[in-house]
């Protein structure tokens, strides 16, 4: 079962560039770059990796980005997360970056953008991982902040696919970015945002038509409406699911009552994906793992989250079909 997993081609569709910093790769930054850390060791920081709820997971994963300095260090952050990613199987990755980390410490578009693009070709063309970025506001800042952010970003937007939100999601709903979004969305960019997580079914409903997102990050507390996972169901909306971030963050107590597969089983385009995996405890194939062994998932049904996430995905006709070509070659049997 887990090589079964780690041969599926998939997309991993929801991961943060920041949340793949490995303590090991904080350390060297912080020497490279001469950032003081307020950890001695792997062991430490790893220690401080206790979660109770978002935020408190949140305030260490700002502090982490705070090494990342130069366009060498971005690079080799990606590099790092897509090389991983490779050897779980991943073929395509769409990811998550906060620019108002950066840009609040002086850090330009210029410096972060350069790293992600050569990560991103090189990826392309050693591994044949093909990648998406996309671009996140920060939601616990104001909407002045994100349109500002939109602004920095024109020169680089034929590198950019997508709008997202994240950050602190109880008490910014997303009917305060609306504006902001219409003018991403003129731009030329697909939206998604995280809604769901921590906040309530309404916030997923406000992402949808406030935001016009295509897919929900998370997506966790859409049970609690029926209506809203008959809509989901009905008009395809991808969940991008990230469960060992759940039960990381609280969410969710155990990976046994996750309900990732009870979503599945009513018709909602499910996907797995990581989140932080460098936080969680787990990339994308660990993921996989822990929802086949805590949920039952059968050999068919991670196929069907393997072709659901191709076809969430931003890819272009032609490279679905090649990808989920491929998963149905591959023997399935349970
Ligand atoms: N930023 C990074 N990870 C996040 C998450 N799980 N939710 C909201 N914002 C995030
Ligand atoms: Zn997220």
């Given at each position: 079962m887990p090589d079964f997993i780690a041969r599926m081609?998939?997309?991993?569709?929801?991961?943060?560039?920041?949340?793949?910093?490995?303590?090991?790769?904080?350390?060297?930054?912080?020497?490279?770059n001469s950032v003081e850390l307020p950890f001695d060791s792997v062991e430490e920081v790893r220690a401080a990796y206790e979660f109770t709820d978002l935020q408190s997971f949140l305030d260490i994963y700002y502090q982490g980005a705070a090494v990342l300095r130069t366009t060498a260090d971005f690079r080799d952050l990606m590099w790092?997360?897509?090389?991983?990613?490779?050897?779980?199987?991943?073929?395509?990755?769409?990811?998550?970056?906060?620019?108002?980390?950066h840009t609040e410490r002086g850090i330009g578009f210029e410096v972060f953008m350069a790293g992600f693009a050569e990560a991103r070709e090189r990826a392309r063309v050693?591994?044949?991982?093909?990648?998406?970025?996309?671009?996140?506001?920060?939601?616990?800042?104001?909407e002045?902040?994100?349109?500002?952010?939109?602004?920095?970003?024109?020169?680089?937007?034929?590198?950019?696919?997508?709008v997202g939100l994240d950050s602190s999601e109880v008490g910014h709903p997303p009917?305060?970015?609306e504006r902001v979004f219409a003018m991403a969305r003129d731009a030329g960019l697909r939206v998604v945002a995280h809604a769901g997580e921590e906040g309530p079914p309404s916030y997923i409903t406000g992402a949808l038509d406030s935001l016009g997102a295509?897919?929900?990050?998370?997506?966790?507390?859409?049970?609690?409406?029926?209506?809203?996972?008959?809509?989901?169901?009905?008009?395809?909306?991808?969940?991008?699911?990230?469960?060992?971030?759940?039960?990381?963050?609280?969410?969710?107590?155990?990976?046994?009552?996750?309900?990732?597969?009870?979503?599945?089983?009513?018709?909602?385009?499910?996907?797995?994906?990581?989140?932080?995996?460098?936080y969680f405890g787990g990339y994308v194939a660990d993921n996989y793992r822990a929802v086949q062994q805590g949920l039952g998932l059968s050999h068919t049904d991670l196929a069907t989250l393997a072709r659901n996430s191709i076809e969430a995905s931003f890819l272009d006709d032609e490279a679905k079909e090649a990808l989920l070509a491929e998963i149905a070659e591959m023997a399935i049997s349970d």
């Open positions: 081609p998939k997309a991993e569709l929801h991961l943060h560039i920041e949340g793949t910093l490995e303590p090991d790769m904080m350390f060297e930054l912080a020497a490279r790092a997360y897509l090389e991983r990613a490779a050897s779980d199987g991943v073929r395509h990755a769409e990811m998550f970056f906060d620019p108002q980390t050693e591994l044949g991982v093909t990648s998406l970025l996309i671009m996140c506001f920060l939601r616990h800042l104001p002045t902040a994100a349109f500002e952010t939109l602004d920095a970003a024109r020169p680089y937007l034929e590198h950019i696919a997508a009917e305060g970015f295509e897919r929900i990050d998370h997506g966790v507390s859409c049970e609690q409406d029926d209506a809203l996972v008959a809509r989901l169901a009905a008009e395809g909306i991808p969940l991008t699911m990230c469960p060992l971030s759940n039960v990381r963050l609280r969410g969710i107590a155990r990976i046994e009552d996750h309900n990732l597969r009870r979503l599945m089983d009513r018709g909602v385009k499910v996907t797995v994906n990581s989140d932080d995996p460098s």
